[in-house]
């Protein structure tokens, strides 16, 4: 009889313990996510440029560090430059603005010396109506003249822009990574991109991760980084969004680093959770 309840006791232990291990096994999966995701420059950036030409000069290789503005290459540029000097030209003159100028201050003049002599009945009235007429007329003229100046100064920056344009400059602070087209290439429309461009200055991490993970991090501004090294670093949270994407079911979460130092160099992390 002993026997028989030693049994049933033992038995009673196993089925506990079977249970017990299926609600730890269940919670273990439930704690288990997926925390990797990726790091990447910032900014990856293909230059190009909008204009046509033969690429005559490249002022940058692999490897260098640019800064925004930096010339990167040049284009030819004879045409532009020859119209540029010619816009030039035309925007300095002045020799039409002076004459007519000169001929308003002739006609006002004649008029003011005119008007006296007609209330003193020495000028008919008809001589006076005729020299306001030329002083409107000669007003007319100076008017014009400014306005084509105006318009020289339009073209004259126009001019230049159109030089401008001819020089590829760097969009943004980074480091050149690829050469796209060689010295003497013709450029065109259909493939207008020269450089490469990486922004390492700071690293964006992207993960992918379910909702009741990412509700773990809503109400904060940082995250946690654990990169292959083991090292951990600290990131702002830029965006977590607000719904499930409709493939996988999950919630998309960045994370910008700063890497001034230019040390982190991984492109594989993984999130720490709080």
């Known amino acids: 009889m002993r026997s028989l309840i030693t049994q049933f006791a033992s038995l009673i232990l196993v089925v506990a313990m079977s249970h017990c291990g299926l609600a730890q096994s269940s919670i273990t999966r439930s704690n288990s996510y ?21 690429l005559r000069d490249v002022f940058v290789k692999p490897g260098d560090v640019v800064k925004q503005g930096t010339p990167l290459g040049r284009l030819d540029w004879e045409l532009q430059i020859a119209a540029l000097n010619e816009a030039e030209l035309e925007a300095s003159a002045v020799g039409g603005v002076d004459v007519a100028r000169y001929e308003v201050d002739f006609q006002q003049r004649r008029y003011d010396l005119t008007l006296p002599r007609v209330q003193n009945e020495t000028a008919s009235p008809q001589e006076l109506e005729r020299f306001e007429m030329e002083l409107r007329i000669a007003k007319a003229r100076l008017q014009t003249q400014i306005e084509t100046k105006s318009q020289s100064q339009a073209r004259l920056a126009k001019a230049r822009v159109a030089f401008e344009e001819r020089t590829i400059k760097a969009p943004h602070d980074g480091i050149v990574v690829e050469r796209v087209t060689e010295v003497g290439e013709y450029i065109a429309g ?42 951990v670093i600290v990131g702002d949270i830029e965006f977590i969004a607000p719904f499930e994407s409709l493939d996988g079911g999950e919630i998309e979460m960045t994370i910008l680093v700063d890497n001034q130092s230019g040390l982190v160099r991984y492109s594989k992390c993984s999130l720490v959770i709080p």
């Open 190 to 231: 259909t493939n207008p991109v020269l450089f490469k461009i990486l922004d390492t200055s700071r690293l964006r991490a992207r993960f992918s991760i379910p909702q009741e993970l990412a509700d773990k991090f809503r109400d904060k501004k940082t995250a946690e980084i654990r990169l292959p090294n083991n090292a």
């Open 34 to 54: 997926d925390t990797q995701g990726v790091l990447a420059p910032y900014l990856s950036t293909e230059v190009a440029t909008a204009e046509i030409g033969i």
